[in-house]
């Protein structure tokens, strides 16, 4: 028996069957914040991927829409096609302002396509793929080992998508059945059902791996495979049968496995058939992953009476350490890099280190602790985990704090030096700390219910009236389509003004000296974000005598 249980990885497939037998679109969106909810009462993120006619319909919505809802609150939002398409899936899902990293192509294990999909997959920039690579006629055969099958190129760019097998045998669980020669879809999963996928879980848990490392499990269902036939209402017990699965295991997102996964060193590659395709098979996570403290993996610092759960990627001796602050209820070792359209991978092939954290009270730093912005236990938890990961680091080495939204308060307020401050698209003042009406964007009750007109109420929360203090480099990311403001853009001008009339050495916007914005959203320019982050870390870099 393995000392461990293996991470779960645990997909939802919008598959538009339901819409094709004449559900309304907004009980199907209706259905999928259901399911999320449930989810998030088993403290489990999910990993949605959604096909074209869905997401199409949803784009309609602006930023209201059902799946940037769905990734505001903390689950991976991602393309799904039937082995075609993919480029206009993906256009359909990015519209709806996700951030889309991750696709299941579908039918990559039927002969004579797994080369063209996957290829199709790494062209259109997806950073990871989950489906089943075995060239197979019939998909989820369930734990077989990769092989190469006809059709596989060995000509996919170097920085090819990380693929993930995901599928456990269907037909197993109850998933799929066959009848009269013809295979049907299941409809109203429940306990039994879930039994059985366990038993398929803990049976994998048993066989053996290679040394020093631990495995992951993987399975997808329908949306529909929930509801009662003919509805897109959940059948009765099947919402609580799923939860009670996903609560007995520690559930990752497909982006968490591809990035615990994309350091060369810690994953199974198989290696002849695509020099540009990194294959992460189920066996694929290292050990260390999972060992708190250990260099590539979580740890844990201690905040006052708080335990704030952490996450080191990259060398234990880094050239740079990158520090992560981030806003909201998710957490920053969900979010990552994920708002600037980036993976950790490129940083760490650089010699550097990436550090996330989950503030008190959020994602697995549980705490009493509300989220709302410009609390003190924030500010001393980012003085808790700068401490952490200065203790692990050679005196000269440096350390840059990357900030999105509201995460730039805890680094302005700690009082505690650092290389530089990147700031994605942080508020300014009072007025853009509040969303506007409309923009979808979740409001903070404690936030509305403050007075504008009581500067004492706002003291400590307004980051333009902190910027002064500051005195490394200041580095503003702005995209013209704010991702809480859309196109009004004035709090990053009030941002670039208070910071250049204060002590910061050099004040940047996008690489340059000017407000300048990035076209569209913010993590549709993960290659230039990257080229400013090694900038400011060059710049940083104690000079060679």
Known sequence: ?????????????????????????????????????????????????????????????????????????????????????????????????????????????????????????????????????????????????????????????????????????????????????EVRPAFGLGEANFAALEAALQAHATAPLPPGRCGFFGFALHDHNLCLEGTARPAPGALEALVAFLARHEVRTAGEMAILGAEPARIAVARPALPGLRLVRRVGLAASARRPGGPGGDFEVRSGPRRLHARWLGPARPRGALLLSHAGVRGGTVALLTPFGLEPGPLLAEGLAVVAYDRGGTGRSPAAVPPTPGREEHVEDFRAVLGAVRARLDPKTPVGVLSFSCGILPPLRAGEPFAFLLDGEAPADRMSLRPPVGSGAPEDPLLAALPLGNDLAWAGREPARLLGSLTCPYHRLQAEYDHVHGRLHEHAVVMLAAARAGRCPRVRCNGGEELSLLAGHLHAHGARIRGWILEEFEDAMPSSP
Do not use: K
Not at 7 to 32: K, M, N, Q, T, Y
Not at 47 to 66: D, H, I, K, L, Y
Not at 103 to 118: D, E, F, N, Y
């Open 1 to 181: 028996m393995r000392a461990t249980q293996p991470f779960l990885l645990a997909e939802i497939h919008v598959d538009d069957l339901l819409l094709e037998r004449g559900a309304p679109w907004s009980e199907v969106a209706r259905l999928l914040a259901m399911v999320a909810e449930a989810a998030q009462t088993a403290r489990a993120r999910l990993t949605f991927r959604v096909r074209e006619r869905f997401a199409s319909e949803a784009a309609q919505r602006g930023r209201t829409n059902p799946l940037r809802a769905l990734e505001l609150g903390g689950h991976e939002v991602g393309s799904h096609a039937h082995g075609r398409a993919l480029g206009r899936v993906q256009a359909a899902v990015s519209a709806c302002g996700v951030a889309n990293r991750g696709i299941t192509p579908g039918l990559v294990q039927a002969r004579g396509r797994a080369g063209a999909l996957l290829e199709r997959a790494a062209t259109l920039g997806f950073a990871w793929v989950t489906d089943h690579p075995p060239a197979r006629a019939w998909a989820y055969a369930g734990h077989l080992p990769w092989r190469p099958g006809p059709g596989y190129r060995a000509d996919l760019p170097p920085a090819g998508p990380v693929v993930l097998e995901t599928a456990a045998d269907p037909f197993a669980w109850g998933l799929l059945r066959r009848e009269a020669g």
